[in-house]
């Protein structure tokens, strides 16, 4: 049932990742929990507090999201294997931590067209005849 790695899907995975989503990322996924599960007890603890905040306020989706919680993995690591204390890494603000990581990543797709729909609700709402529509922000 699998292709090799260049080859193209067959019909069988083509339905399968239309109705779970790309199997790539979720070995990527699972990978990168995997990486998670061997860090020390603290830094696996603050990685998941990290991944809870980030699941909620993050900016990216889909495989965006992905490279932040890989880039999220190797900074972990390098501070373990470095023995760098979680509160060196973090600050003394936590909130501005991941705020400012975060600020290197993309907005996702969703987030960008429910930002735009928004702005263009607004504008609609304040009367702004030059607001875009909704449909063309997509």
Known sequence: MTTGSNGPKGRYLRY???VTGPLEEKRRYR???????????NHRIAVEALERYLMHFGPADGAGAMTMYEDIADLFEQSAADGIPIRDLFGDDPVGFVETFMA????????????????????RAAGDTTAPRDRKER
């Open 16 to 18: 399968l990742e239309i």
């Open 104 to 123: 290197n990543y993309p907005l996702g797709q969703y987030r960008t067209r429910e930002r735009a729909r928004f702005t263009a609700a607004v504008a």
């Open 31 to 41: 990978q990168y929990k995997a990486r998670v599960k061997r860090l020390p007890g």
